[in-house]
């Protein structure tokens, strides 16, 4: 069964920390996403991966910034918190291969920024 | 850059009635497809439509396809308390193939 795990399903931080959030997938897939979810505005792509050490921005990546160094993983940093961060954060990954495109989510981080 | 809308926002029916979501794109695609979201927690992938097929089966799931109207509508039939969550079409993202872009989704509400 295929897997995406986040490493926190709740996170508080305080404003001007450093964090990060981490994303595993089991399914060899090489694309991998990070989108934060706020009510009334949907998802919204912040970087994209589409291999090792190979990262895209999204529609909203002002703030955050991101790490593949293997192909499993793919870290989310936000170098200085911001109450204007605190959202739901999903990760998500894909397969080139499909041909489709379909997203497999992890279960999502919810942060807030104190 | 919203690639769909679902419409309605808000739909609350009662058990057992069947239920009817919207979606409508903008630009040419490949497939759509639609996801499910239970509340605070990821999205499942639902099903996927090829933009050469106009209506496709899963279960108690029915998704169109109507690629003149650029529209895509979601029946799921004889509703369960268990499919409350919000729904979400999906199509591909223009400026890349590998990325897609979700609707504005649509929170489905099963009354018992």
């Known amino acids: 069964d295929v897997k995406v795990t986040q490493s926190s399903r709740y996170l508080v931080k305080r404003t001007g920390e450093k964090v990060f959030l981490e994303c595993v997938q089991d399914?060899?897939?090489?694309?991998m996403f990070w989108y934060r979810q706020d009510p009334g505005l949907g998802l919204r792509l912040i970087y994209f991966s589409y291999d090792v050490k190979m990262k895209e921005k999204g529609d909203i990546p002002e703030g955050y910034s991101v790490s593949r160094e293997k192909k499993e993983r793919f870290s989310l940093i936000l170098e200085s918190a911001s109450t204007n961060q605190t959202s739901m954060y999903l990760c998500?990954?894909?397969?080139?291969?499909?041909?489709?495109?379909?997203?497999?989510f992890g279960p999502g981080t919810r942060l807030t920024v104190l | 850059s919203q690639q769909g809308e679902e419409d309605p926002q808000a739909l609350s029916i009662q058990e057992g009635e069947n239920a009817t979501m919207n979606c409508s794109y903008k630009?040419?695609?490949?497939?759509l497809q639609w996801y499910r979201q239970n509340s605070g927690r990821g999205l499942v992938h639902l099903i996927l439509?090829?933009?050469?097929?106009r209506e496709k089966h899963s279960g108690r799931l029915r998704v169109t396809l109507d690629t003149s109207k650029k529209s895509s509508s979601l029946l799921i039939t004889a509703s369960r308390a268990a499919d409350t969550a919000s729904y979400f079409c999906?199509?591909?993202?223009?400026?890349?193939?590998?990325?897609?872009?979700f609707g504005s989704g649509t929170r489905l509400s099963i009354r018992p």
């Open positions: 399914m060899d897939h090489e694309n």
């Open positions: 999906a199509s591909p993202g223009y400026s890349s193939a590998s990325k897609i872009i």
């Open positions: 630009t040419s695609i490949n497939n």
């Open positions: 998500a990954s894909s397969s080139t291969g499909s041909g489709y495109n379909e997203q497999f």
């Open positions: 439509i090829r933009s050469n097929e």
